[in-house]
């Protein structure tokens, strides 16, 4: 606490009005033992050095000026709480996991690789060469993660035959250190016969935390489904592209933090027009993507009915507002996307399947909405 604020509380000549005091006080108190849990997150380890530095200081910042306002007589002093703020920002310094893979220890040699495991192999190499000299001692122990280029963060894993190794968007808190280390443990039990005679035929591994979850993707026919599909899973986009009939489904691993799920991905393809087929397609889908495009407000108009005809035939299902062709001149004002989603309690992502933008997100909400996170 300080000095302002004790003066503050503790009365005296203080020019605000009376009343205002003892509720400004129990809000301040609030923040304070939010501070002391934080503090005891990061000693647990269940958060990250981002966030506790930066909700940290957004909690500091409220304090100051919440105080500052009293302390200049301002009534209005709940105009600076900033309350629900501190979810978003655990959100957004919260270590997202891009891909995993895989290495044999002996040979230095990759079994496998799940999600986008994309970094230079100048850089990683001799990362994984030292860190493969150090393994032996360090079994059992030696989890590491790193800082590299761009911000991210690579994590290693180590076990009696293999690697895991991790990358992640962000450092990585120690408590989802563990849950790697879980994996690997599960992954090379399972492994075990496979793994303890080598050549390994990375084709016969098991990897027993991924799931296949079957997720849609719905809304208006040309508002771009099949294409960031496309871009999701094959990393292209064509246009002039003949629209895509008869292929239902395609699948793609998803890293999730602690773990790597697999969506089965179902394009409402060619069916936007007939009702009557699409209830059977929507079954057993555990999350859907409502896309519209960004430049047509009527396709935005539809999702609501989207929605009701989808929740009808798969209960339970969670949805994500996709607004797509960010690249072009927006026309739907986003401030109604928002609302719309949050309405559903649905997550809102911007995308534009031309440049990629977003699409990696849109794909993760969808993963996580399915596995139920
Ligand atoms: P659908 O599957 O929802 O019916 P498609 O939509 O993926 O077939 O895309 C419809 C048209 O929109 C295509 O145009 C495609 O190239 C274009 N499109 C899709 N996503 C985007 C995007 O993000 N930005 C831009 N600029 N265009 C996009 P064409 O003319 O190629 O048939
Ligand atoms: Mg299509």
Redesign the pocket.
């Known amino acids: 606490m300080t000095g302002l604020l004790r003066r503050w509380l503790g009365g005296g000549t203080s020019p605000e009005p009376e009343s205002a005091k003892p509720k400004a006080k129990e809000y301040l108190a609030r923040v304070q033992a939010k501070i002391a849990k934080l503090a005891e997150d990061f000693a647990a380890g269940t958060i990250n050095r981002a966030q506790f530095q930066e909700l940290y200081s957004h909690y500091q910042r409220e304090i100051r000026t919440i105080e500052q306002m009293i302390e200049a007589g301002q009534g209005d002093w709940q105009s600076a709480v900033t309350e629900g703020q501190s979810v978003m920002i655990r959100k957004r310094n919260l270590a997202r996991a891009e891909g995993y893979a895989v290495y044999e220890n002996e040979s230095g040699m990759p079994l496998a690789t799940l999600g986008s495991f994309q970094i230079d192999s100048a850089l990683l190499v001799p990362m994984l060469s030292s860190y493969r000299a150090a393994t032996a001692e360090i079994f059992g122990a030696g989890m590491r993660s790193t800082a590299i280029e761009g911000g991210r963060w690579l994590c290693f894993v180590p076990g009696q035959h293999t690697t895991l190794m991790a990358l992640f968007t962000v450092e990585v808190a120690p408590k989802q250190m563990e849950a790697l280390e879980h994996i690997h443990r599960v992954f090379e039990s399972a492994n075990r016969h496979r793994l303890a005679s080598p050549p390994v035929d990375p084709t016969g591994l098991i990897f027993p935390h991924e799931y296949t979850l079957k997720v849609v993707?719905a809304?208006?026919?040309?508002?771009?489904?099949?294409?960031?599909?496309?871009?999701y899973c094959e990393g292209k986009?064509?246009?002039?592209?003949v629209?895509?009939i008869g292929v239902d489904f395609q699948t793609k691993v998803v890293a999730l933090p602690g773990r790597a799920v697999k969506l089965s991905i179902w394009?409402?393809?060619?069916q936007?027009r007939f009702q009557s087929f699409r209830a059977g397609f929507y079954r057993g889908s555990r999350a859907v993507a409502l896309?519209f495009?960004v430049t047509n407000t009527e396709s935005f108009a539809h999702l609501a009915r989207w929605r009701e005809e989808i929740a009808k035939a798969a209960k339970g299902a969670r949805f994500v507002v996709v607004g797509?062709?960010?690249?072009?001149p927006r026309v739907q004002p986003q401030d109604l996307a928002g609302r719309f989603a949050a309405d559903l309690g649905a997550p809102h992502v911007g995308?534009?399947?031309?440049?990629g933008d977003g699409v990696p997100e849109m794909f993760e909400a969808l993963a996580r909405l399915a596995a139920g996170e």
Not at 267 to 270: F, L, Q, R
């Open positions: 993707i809304g208006d026919g040309n508002v771009g489904k099949t294409s960031l599909v496309r871009r986009f064509e246009s002039s592209r629209m895509t394009d409402v393809a060619g936007e896309v495009d797509n062709k960010l690249d072009l995308t534009s399947a031309a440049t």
